[in-house]
């Protein structure tokens, strides 16, 4: 048996990585010196994960930006609109197809399966592929020749990294795949005579729904790289849920066969079971979550590992994580200002790998070896169980009530409608904004002197309130027609209400990669979610008290909050999720009470929490949209409801929006107006809904004549009176002068419509 792992965090142990790559963007340090602080990070990487006892290193999986895009790069799959000759991708290149420059736009990016992280979608149709370097070998050459590690590179598998890809129609499929299928085989045959023991080839496109024609696309290929390349020893590497067409996938002429006995863990584990495995394949099984932070408990995973080995001997056995561990941040160590009882029931990357290690020395030594340590876990794991935090009468008792409830608005929306619109009087076209205002260097200081401690409470409250007071002025004049107080006291829309919940821990240092350079740092929920007291209520009965015109509240939506943050794992995601809403209810009333009538309920990340698998879609939906109608339904009729999406595919997910009965839904319009108007002509949509009339993500300023364009195409498919007019996101990432433009055009823009309509 071997330990194994199939990627580690790249960012490194302090965001060492994050910080060389803005550095570098800066211009405060050369490509040199960024070129050297990479391979120190890389070197740091991987002789961490030997000293954590891996025995089979992932190298290659490290990256100045993402892996799909070091991938699109060795192939040469450089877009036009980039300056491109031919031969290795400059860094320069690189980073302009990532980032875009002032002569090309940026790639698109896109999430990656059903993770936080978003890669560069490759684009073919542009230039024809070619091998412009072989990157897995130079990984494996560098950790061989600089370390003494003889690693496993990593690179993304044909079937997947051409069905992540673009710029092909859906018939040319299989004849992009055999334009790549080559250039595999002369990187893998490469790999082969530098003497690489093993590959790992991830295909995690494999967990999708695999039609029989990808299948036998799949069977062919495969085949010819096998025939190709008959002693190379190919990992093929599927993780995040089970592969259905299990029977096919291990008679694939491969080695080893990689599966997720995590997430996807039943299917697989029966198909295994009913099946069997090929006796002359290795089986590398995922068994330590690779997607959360919590601690295994070691003697369930001896169980697995037991139940695993019933079928396939010991000899032909990895252990490693389920998936590639940049998932999670890098180490627990240092988070000593948790609760005492929860640092040991968290393993981050490190943590992980050891949990690995434990589990190969128990099988290879004997259980004994680490009796001890499977007592010291059961009783880490009881202590958290048992704590208090997690065992909230209250919130149990509540949601026991709820299982009988059907959360519905007093009054259908229709006629809630009629009563709003007696009550708000609002022009044809409401204006408003998402949210947040720009939050200046000032507001990011001033939440600095008053964590360190160096302002008092009443100091930062009556900074806030200033520019609070400074933005509601600025909305009064440019004409706004419904207004917010600026989100100014938020850092981020998850975090603020985490740490005003009970329920929810923060690490110190527990980033984890979104995309490029950017790391967030999601909440964890640990405990019960309850409600403490009122979290918003203050700043927005403060805004309301300096103007005549209506005020939207402001909150972030259970969904939103359980998928940006690592929910416990001993409940449902389905009852966090519930919980978190209950809490999220009394500050609605709350603000109900204190005379919010308008109260917008974001839900941008209600999409990513859809799981991988078609069949599972539909119920995670319909716990979701019922835990946004648990928080938003006991509110009077005249109560307005709003609330946000972002960039959501919205084509398929109308009447999901439809079923959560706001009445008002903000949503993305500017980048891609096309489409939306077909979204709109074939949806039976009835309520408000916002249109994000211009991109807040660029620093460009939107011409009127452009929002009047868009407005106009929307108002010609439904009748103007069901829509709003609003940036098509909070502007806490803009400047002050630039938003102020933006929103005075946008509301001439409206006002030209208005007039015309
Ligand atoms: N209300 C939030 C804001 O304006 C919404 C952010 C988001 O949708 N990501 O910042
Ligand atoms: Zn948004």
Redesign the pocket.
Known sequence: MKSSNLGYPRIGENREWKKALEAFWAGAIDEASLVQQMEQIRHQNLLRQQEKGVELIPVGDFTYYDHMLDMAVMFGMVPKRYEYEGGPVSLTTYFAMARGSKEAVASEMTKWFNTNYHYIVPEFGERQPVITENKPLQAYLEAKEKLGIIGKPVIVGPYTFVKLSKGYEKNEFECVMDQLVPLYIDVLRELELHGVEWVQIDEPAFVLDVSEHDRAIIKRIYAQIGEALPHLQCMLQTYFEAVDWYKELVSLPVKGIGLDFVHGAKRNLANLKTNGFPADKILAAGIIDGRNIWRASIEEKWELVKELSEIVPLEKLWLQPSSSLLHVPVSVEGEGDLPEEVVPALAFADEKLGEVQLLVQGIRYGKYVISKEIAQNEADLLKVALSPARNRQEVKKALRQLAAENPERSVPYLERREIQQKMWKLPLLPTT????FPQTSEVRQARQQFKKGNWTVEQYDAFIQAQIKEWIDIQEELGLDVLVHG?FERTD?VEYFGEKLDGFLFTKNGWVQSYGSRCVKPPIIYGDVEFVAPMTVKESVYAKSLTEKPMKG?L?GPATILNWSFPRVDVSRQEVCDQIALALRKEVEALEEAGILMI?V?E?ALREGLPLKKEEQAAYLEWAVRAFRLATSTVAPRTQIHT???YCEFHDFMDVISELDADVISIETSRSHGELVSVFETSTYDKGIGLGVYDIHSPRIPAVSEMEDMVARGVQVLPPGQFWINPD????TRGRDETVQSLRNMVAATKAIRSRL
Do not use: F, V, W
Request: aromatic share 0%; charged share 15%.
């Open positions: 904004t998402i949210g947040s989100e829309m402001m972030t917008q974001d941008p946000h999406m972002c996101c909070g502007l806490k």
